[in-house]
C-alpha cells in the first residue's frame, strides 16, 4: 500500500479521470462467453456434453482497454475495424450501452474477430473453461479500409488527450498505420503503445508496456528477475526512444523505467491470489493512460495501473473497473 501521503494525492489524481478524452486504436474483438452445466459423457465421442444456459457478450482487446476507460469515467474514443455481420453489430451495440464512442470502421468481406469460452461444470460445482473457439478476421483489410483507418485514428488524436495503441497482432497496425501512428509521436502527441508481437516498430512513442514474455521477445534478453527486467526495460526503452517502459511481471508487480530517473520496482498490490487474468493488461495500459490524461506522473501513473490491475484479476471474465473501486482500495 502506497505511503498515506501518496495515497492522497493518488486519490486527487483519480478525481481528475472524469471527462479525460483518451482515444484507443487497435485490434477489437468480441468476448463471448457461453455457460453451461454438464452431467453426461456423448455417445458419438469420449466429450462432455454441455447443456447452454446462457450466453454473454463484452468488448475484447483494445475494445476492452476503451470498456475500462468508460467505467473509469473518461471519455473513449474507439478506432479500429468490424465486419459487416452480426458480431460487428453487437460490438458496436455494447460499445454504445457503456458509453463508448465508436469510431470503428466497418469492412465488408471480413469478420468481425471473436474469441467465444465455454464454461461449464455440474450443478453443484464451479464453472469452467472447458473451450475456448476463436473466429479470427478472415483475410487483410482492403487498401481502402486501411487509409480510412488511417484518416480516422489522425481525428481521434486530435481529438484526445492521449492515445492508446492496443496491438494484438490482428492485422489492424500493419505498416501503413503503424507508419502514421509514428508520425503522430513526432508530431507531439503523447501515444502509450501495448503491443503484442512488433514492440519495436513503435519507435518515438511516449510510453511502451510489455510484459516479461514481450519484454523477453522484443530485446532478445533474458527477463524473470527485477535485474533482468530493468536491464531488458532500459534496452528496449533505448531502441525505442521512449520517454518510459513500463514492463508488467505478473506476481512480481511493476518495473517503471523512465528516460531521467532511477528504475522504479513496484510490488504487487494486495495478497488476494488473480482468478482470471483475461484482460489484465487492457485494464493496465487504459488506467496508465488515463492517470497521465488527467496530469499525473509516470510513477503516479503507473501505482494506480497497479492497483487497477491487481483489482481487475480477482474478477472472472473480460473485466473492468471502477473509481470507486480504486477510491476504496486506497481508503
Known sequence: MPHPVEQEELRALIQRFAGRRVAVVGDVVVD???YGHTDRISREAPVLIVQHESTDRFPGGAANAAANLASLGAHALLVGAIGDDEAGRSLEALCGAIGVESRLATCAGIATETKTRILAGGINTTRQQMLRLDRSRGGPLPASAKADLIERIRLAAADADVVIVSDYGGGVLEDETIAAVRELAAAGVKICVDSR?????YRGVLVAK?????????????????????????ALRKTLGATAVLVTRGRSGMTLLQEDAAPALIPVHGQTEAVDVTGAGDTVIATFALALAAGGSFLA???????AGALVVRKMGTATVTVQELMDELA
Open 197 to 201: 508481437y512488433n514492440l519495436t516498430a
Open 210 to 234: 510489455p510484459n516479461e514474455p514481450e519484454l523477453g521477445a522484443a530485446t532478445g534478453a533474458p527477463v524473470g528477475t527485477a535485474s533482468q527486467s530493468v536491464e531488458a526495460g532500459t
Open 32 to 34: 463471448e462467453y457461453l
Open 301 to 307: 501513473a503507473s501505482r494506480i495501473a497497479n492497483i
